[in-house]
């Protein structure tokens, strides 16, 4: 089975700085698609960043230019430095992992999500 633990949620206050981190571990055959989602209380789970086997980030609009994605192949780990934080960053930050198990199939694997609070 693959198992997704992340780390590095907190409360911060707004204008700081915040480092999550998400290990991936298991039967790994590929990964394509590693990244974040999150969900504020109320609110539908939203695309944060994801970043690709080939390197290729993106990003929500509500987060470019204050969030980085970056990813490490060889220890299977996706980590999001959030800086220039502001309360409406608050929510459960999931970790989301994309792998191919057979020529065309992909299966989804979630983290067990981590609380970010950002106080004004």
């Known amino acids: 089975q693959v198992q997704l633990v992340e780390s590095g949620g907190g409360l911060v206050q707004a204008g700081g700085s915040l480092g999550l981190s998400c290990a991936a571990s298991g039967s790994i055959s590929r990964i394509n698609v590693m990244g974040w989602y999150r969900q504020a209380p109320g609110k539908q789970r939203e695309l944060v960043s994801t970043?690709?086997?080939?390197?290729?980030?993106n990003y929500a609009d509500s987060v470019k230019g204050r969030f980085v994605i970056s990813r490490d192949n060889v220890m299977n780990t996706v980590y999001l430095q959030m800086n220039s934080l502001k309360p409406e960053d608050t929510a459960v930050y999931y970790c989301?992992?994309?792998?191919?198990?057979?020529?065309?199939?992909?299966?989804?694997?979630w983290g067990q999500g981590t609380q970010v609070t950002v106080s004004s």
């Open positions: 970043v690709t086997s080939g390197g290729s980030t």
């Open positions: 989301f992992l994309r792998v191919g198990v057979l020529r065309d199939s992909t299966t989804d694997y």
